[in-house]
């Protein structure tokens, strides 16, 4: 099929219009006009297209292709989880479909907030391994999900303390790092996936309907 062929089935499932189609690709209006026209999208708006008509339209993965992991909580910039994460159950609050195989012990929180963009977008899935399996010093220098002992998760850049025992956290476009903060837990990076590269979240409500969110 051609893009424009898969765009125009894209819609006729979806029942969406050329502006909620942009939306979707962040794009302009006139620009999926354009596409609709049979102009050829750039690459990596091809493979969106791609991906999306595969997920809505031809039913993404086949059984068995990829695997299912557990959506925990949020992770952002000043922004407190409840319930606390050792209250909710293993399974999760959501399971997560991420599109190749991943290891066992792996857990997804969703990414709130914009303390992190351009690099982490709102709605981004930070898949992390359950466990800590490295020292502190192992992830100076790296970013990483935390949790502190006040129990805020975030995504932050890990840097020693000048403190004892504690650590430095910073973002990308926050100029006021969080410091001599000792963590709880580090939640090691294992994948990055943006919302257009999602399946829906499968429990009926997603995560917004079973947790809350306060920004402090």
């Known amino acids: ?25 962040e794009v302009s209006q006139s620009t999926v006009n354009r596409w609709l026209s049979g102009s050829e999208p750039e690459g990596h708006r091809r493979d969106a297209i791609n ?17 299912e992991v557990p959506l925990m909580g ?12 050792e ?7 959501d399971q997560i479909h991420i599109p190749f195989p991943v290891p066992d012990d792996m857990i997804a929180f969703s990414v709130s907030g914009i303390s992190m963009m351009p690099v ?10 359950r466990e800590q399996k490295k020292p502190i010093e192992s992830f100076y220098g790296m970013e990483a999900a935390v949790r502190t002992a006040e129990g805020r998760r975030f995504i932050k850049t890990i840097t020693k303390g000048s403190k004892p025992g504690t650590v ?18 580090i939640g090691e990076i294992f994948a990055v996936l943006p919302p257009a590269a999602l399946r829906k979240v499968e429990k009926q409500g997603g ?6 969110l306060k920004t402090a």
Do not use: C
């Open 1 to 25: 099929m051609t893009i424009e062929q898969k765009i125009r089935a894209i819609m006729k499932a979806t029942g969406w219009k050329q502006q909620k189609l942009a939306e979707h690709f």
């Open 74 to 85: 949020f992770l952002g910039a000043g922004a407190e989880v409840e319930p606390d994460y």
């Open 120 to 129: 982490f977008k709102p709605g981004t899935i930070i898949v992390v391994y």
């Open 87 to 93: 209250q909710v159950p293993p399974e999760g609050l």
């Open 207 to 212: 995560i917004q309907g079973h947790l809350g």
């Open 168 to 185: 430095t956290l910073t973002s990308w476009n926050d100029p006021m790092p969080i410091e001599d903060q000792k963590l709880e837990w």
């Open 51 to 67: 991906e999306t008509y595969e997920r809505l339209v031809d039913h993404g993965p086949k059984d068995g292709d990829g695997s």
